[in-house]
């Protein structure tokens, strides 16, 4: 059993032996003899190629594990650090820098020599860049080495080798805290914002002295865009410069801090308003009537939830009620406004109970007819007869209530003048004239026949 396995591997042995000598070509030594691969020409210089390859690298792995030659390798955009870790001692010393911390401190690239066998080992972690601050002691500006340490290998070389900062007093201010509004052209139709309420007027800002200077004030900017919900919340906060330029926080040694905004938003709408009732049971309506009741606006613009605004189809007020009026003339009365929702606002500067509405009272303009008042006669002469077709007249006086109410026949006189009539017929036209003529000046006298018919005659003699 052995014997016949050994014979299957001898078989397979041969068999791959068979396929490499296949590759080369067989030269016969004898007629019908061929040489074996290994012993041609072309086999023999690619064994001594490999195995010239293989003692070539062990020579060179030997030389440099007992030289082991340095190597330097660059490692690039590090950044540095002060020497504390932070800036703490200059702002000790109420110093600062002026500027962005992150563009004075700019990246370097540092390079490192390290033996062959610890060059694997270099990473950027290995390495430390550094500045000092210890002599920096005032305002000025100076110029420091960068330095650098690696925990693996030696620094060789650090680019740029120095850097140039700037250095100020470090100072404070307090200043005002401001908002404004943006996107306010996409604030959506039919609603409304009030006035924001900002929890905090002020904020305080901390930096260099020549940064500081020229800071006026912080904004919030409140985004109107599609704002349809009541706003109560923090807003972040820009500092602005005498220019209006907002100015990079990153020249701020605080954090500036944002402050909260508070402002009521709600939908509104144009709920029409109803003119008062007027009573006028205690005013002298037979004397006095009310011509006219007027209110200065036609609406009140509210803003409130939704389902109140949907509520409301009117406004409407508390009667008015008059009492103590005798003479005409024009009156205001404050008017009390109902229906008004609660927590809502009224718009458009209206205070809804200081509204006054005008009332207008004048005096009645009546009629009333007197018959048979007596006509006086003048102008006759003795030298005529005079026959008259009626010695009354019949009249309609108009005009104010009060002065008609007041009026008394006997305060009229009704004339038919004759005076310088020759003989003949004549209809002469009816006058009148009072006894007070001032009093009754508004008085309008109609008479309900305007003439009298006169024949005049000469006197016989006897």
């Not at 792995?61 to 950044?79: A, C, H, I, S, W």
């Not at 308003?273 to 009573?279: A, C, D, F, L, M």
């Not at 009332?359 to 030298?383: L, S």
């Not at 026949?409 to 003529?437: A, C, Q």
Request: charged share 25%.
């Amino acid at each position: 059993m052995e014997n016949g396995t050994q014979n299957a591997r001898n078989g397979q042995k041969n068999n791959i032996f068979t396929r490499i000598r296949s590759f080369f070509p067989q030269d016969r030594t004898t007629v019908g003899e061929k040489k074996p691969w290994y012993k041609l020409p072309l086999a023999r210089r690619i064994i001594y190629f490999v195995l010239s390859l293989l003692l070539a690298l062990f020579l060179w792995g030997f030389v440099l594990m007992t030289q082991n030659p340095d190597r330097e390798k660059t490692f690039y955009d590090l950044k540095p650090k002060f020497e504390s870790g932070t800036e703490a001692d200059l702002i000790l010393r109420k110093l600062t820098f002026c500027g962005d911390l992150n563009e004075i401190l700019k990246d370097v690239s540092v390079t490192v020599s390290a033996p062959l066998t610890e060059v694997s080992k270099m990473t950027a972690n290995n390495i430390t860049v550094t500045v000092n601050l210890n002599d920096v002691h005032e305002a000025g500006t100076y110029k420091l080495e960068v330095k650098a340490t690696s925990t693996v290998g030696t620094v060789k070389r650090v680019e740029p080798a120095t850097i140039e900062i700037e250095v100020d007093d470090l100072v404070s201010n307090t200043i005002p805290v401001s908002y404004d509004f943006v996107n306010a052209d996409k604030f959506p139709d039919g609603y409304w914002h009030d006035t924001p309420v900002l929890l905090s007027s002020t904020t305080v800002v901390e930096g260099a002295k020549r940064d500081i200077a020229q800071v006026r004030n912080a904004v919030c900017h409140i985004d109107l865009a599609d704002l349809t919900e009541s706003v109560y919340g923090a807003y972040s906060l820009s500092v602005l410069d005498k220019s209006n330029n907002e100015i990079d926080p990153a020249v701020f040694k605080n954090s500036i801090p944002t402050v909260t905004v508070r402002m009521t938003v709600l939908p509104h709408k144009q709920i029409p308003v109803v003119v008062p009732e007027i009573i006028d049971d205690e005013l002298a309506s037979d004397i006095f009537e009310v011509v006219g009741a007027t209110l200065p606006i036609d609406f009140l613009d509210i803003a409130a939830e939704q389902s109140a605004l949907d509520a409301l189809t009117e406004i409407t007020c508390e009667p008015i009620r008059l009492s103590g009026i005798t003479e005409p003339g024009t009156y205001t009365f404050t008017v009390t406004m109902k229906d008004i929702p609660e927590n809502s606002y009224v718009l458009r500067g209206v205070i809804p109970n200081v509204v006054q509405c005008t009332v207008v009272i004048a005096e009645k303009q009546i009629k009333q007819y007197y018959v048979g008042i007596p006509i006086t006669f003048i102008g006759e002469t003795e030298e005529y007869t005079y026959t008259y077709d009626r010695i009354f007249a019949d009249i309609i006086i108009s005009g104010p209530a009060r002065l008609v109410k007041n009026f008394a026949s006997s305060e009229l006189t009704i004339i038919v003048n004759v005076k310088g009539r020759m003989p003949g017929e004549y209809d002469i036209e009816l006058e009148y004239t009072f006894e007070d003529y001032e009093l009754y000046a508004e008085l309008e006298i109609v008479f309900e026949q305007t003439t009298v018919h006169v024949i005049i005659a000469a006197v016989r003699e006897l």
